[in-house]
Structure formats: structure tokens, C-alpha cells
Nanobody
């Protein structure tokens, strides 16, 4: 079973930047998996924010296009999310997950999640 450890969150002012990291373990060939970053704000459902396929193709929700960049380091079984500039509406707990099927990432109903990393953006 794949396990995830997210890190890099923090408290920043609007316009600031953060770089999130997600380290995956329990899988041998993570490079074959599509990976996604999700977020869940208080009182809201968890949503997919950005995804990257095993070939490196990326997709973003409209609200973060041009501000967030997802990347992966297959040698280290890690995926990153660069966020700049941040807005107050980006405040949430951020999680990552993975699946062999990129389409599966659009349904954030995985049974296993990491602890997430809190991002707080003040205006």
C-alpha cells in the first residue's frame, strides 16, 4: 500500500510563495503512476488542484493556472507543488495521492491519505 508524507506548508501573506513536497513510499515503480495534489478548506469538499501523469503532462484547476506548478522527481519518489503568488482562497490542508489511471485522480475518494500540510494565506 502506498503511503504519503506531505510537507512544506506554512503561514504566508497574500502574494507570497510556498513549495510543497510529497514523499511516497510502499511502491516500487511510482514513475508509472499519475500523481495529484488536493486541498480541503474548512467546510468544503476535498478537490483536485493539480495532476501530473507518468509522462509528465500536467493539468490544473482554473483558479490556480499560472500560479501553481506541479513537478515530480521519480528518482526520489517525490512530487512537488510550487505556489506563487498565493491568495487567501488558497488556504487549506493540502494532500497528495497517486493512481495508475490518471482519470481516477479526479475522484478524491481514496481510502488512504497522508496527514496533509496546512497552508494559511493571510490578506
Amino acid at each position: 500500500q502506498v503511503q504519503f508524507v506531505e510537507s512544506g506548508g506554512g503561514s504566508v501573506q497574500s502574494g507570497g510563495s510556498l513549495r510543497l513536497s510529497c514523499a511516497a513510499s510502499g511502491v516500487i515503480f511510482l514513475r508509472l503512476y499519475a500523481m495529484g495534489w488536493y486541498r480541503q478548506a474548512p467546510g468544503k469538499q476535498r478537490e483536485l488542484v493539480a495532476a501530473i501523469t507518468s509522462e509528465g503532462s500536467t493539468n490544473y484547476i482554473d483558479s490556480v493556472k499560472g500560479r501553481f506548478t506541479i513537478s515530480r522527481d521519480n528518482a526520489r519518489n517525490t512530487v512537488h507543488l510550487e505556489m506563487n503568488p498565493l491568495k487567501s482562497e488558497d488556504t487549506a490542508v493540502y494532500y497528495c495521492n497517486a493512481d495508475r489511471d490518471p482519470g481516477r485522480l479526479r475522484r478524491p475518494d481514496f481510502l488512504s491519505w497522508g496527514q496533509g500540510t496546512q497552508v494559511t494565506v493571510s490578506s
